[in-house]
């Protein structure tokens, strides 16, 4: 998961119908993979979680609040923005750079918001 720099911006990504919001917050393109599949909402979320990026995180989550399965898992493992968050944390350790407590927080308070809308 390598990063390059590039300008905040946002673009917008068709999945399952919706258009949805990919925005970055901090400038930093965290998805850089050229698999088709990948190039979706829900990896850049994946990618910016097990980096600890909470500007993209929160800007990805704010852009697309209506339509947007947090729980939402990976095509191989079906891991979820929260796993990513704790695998991110788990595999850089306490001393890295990522902001990992406050994602994985910000995810927590998320899907508990959606579970109480969906009641």
């Known amino acids: 998961m390598g990063k390059s720099s590039t300008a905040a911006s946002t673009h917008v990504a068709v999945e399952g119908g919706s258009s949805l919001q990919i925005p ?27 980096e600890g990026c909470l500007p993209c995180v929160k800007a990805i989550l704010d852009a697309n609040q209506d339509g947007f399965d947090i ?29 990992y407590d406050a ?10 918001e959606r579970r109480r809308i969906d009641v």
């Open 71 to 99: 729980n939402q898992g990976s095509h191989n493992e079906r891991f979820s923005a929260l796993d990513y968050a704790v695998w991110g944390k788990k595999k850089r350790g306490h001393g890295a750079a990522g902001n």
């Open 103 to 112: 994602v994985i927080q910000l995810l927590e308070e998320r899907r508990a």
């Open 24 to 50: 970055n917050g901090c400038g930093v393109a965290h998805n850089t993979s050229n698999k088709p599949e990948r190039l979706t909402v829900h990896y850049n979320l994946y990618f910016a979680c097990s």
